[in-house]
Structure formats: C-alpha cells, structure tokens
C-alpha cells in the first residue's frame, strides 16, 4: 500500500474550478490503473474545494486555499501502476503549482512483511 501526501504551492491565484480538479484527478486514477466507486466535490465560500474520489483501491483528495495559492493532494492506494508523483501531474497541471514537499509512505497491507515491532509485538 502507498500513502503518498503533496503539498503545491505558487498554484494559479484564481480559483481553480472543482469539476476542473475532479477531471484531473480522474486522469490520476486512470494512471495509476484504479477504479474509480464515486466522487465528492464540496466546495467552500468564499472559495476553495475539497475533491474526494473513491476508489475501490482507497481515495484520491484534493484540497485547495486559493487564497495561499495552496492545495495539498493525497494519493492512498493499495495498487499502482506506476509512482504518484507522475500520476498526479494531471492535477498539478489543473492547478498551475508546483510540488514544494512530497512524503511517501508504505503503509502495512497484507502482503507486506510484518515489523517487529507495535502494539502487541515484540521489540
């Protein structure tokens, strides 16, 4: 599994149009080879989304300040075709920023080998 977090600075300083976001998140998905289940586009006044797309292998978010020129992007799935950070340019591109940070973490999934330490483990 891929949690992958970016955060987009020196984004357009118009408000981007969520429909516009939510197209580009579904190239997103579409490159990383997921299925898209649904979408949700709530937007804020006087400005500003949040675009969640669910996916049968887990979401796709994408929150924006146009007001910073901001917008963070959160990949989770537990499949990928290929890295994230090539994914995503779709919405990078919508967006008109740049990524200033990017974390990525491999999150446990069943397939993956266990640490030896946690909750109830040993270390």
Do not use: N, Y
Not at 2 to 13: G, L, P, W
Not at 58 to 86: G, K, M, N
């Amino acid at each position: 599994m891929i949690h992958a977090v970016f955060d987009v600075t020196e984004c357009k300083h118009s408000d981007t149009p969520a429909e516009q976001i939510m197209s580009a998140m579904r190239a997103t998905a579409e490159l990383l080879g997921c299925t898209i289940r649904t979408q949700v586009i709530e937007p804020f006044q006087p400005h500003g989304a949040t675009c969640v797309l669910i996916l049968a292998e887990s979401h796709i978010t994408v929150s924006t300040w146009p007001e910073h020129r901001l917008a963070h992007i959160d990949v989770f799935t537990c499949r990928a075709a290929i890295d994230p950070t090539q994914a995503i340019k779709p919405v990078i591109e919508v967006l008109g920023g740049q990524i200033t940070h990017a974390q990525k973490v491999t999150r446990f999934s069943p397939t993956t080998k266990r640490s030896g330490t946690g909750p109830g483990r040993a270390s």
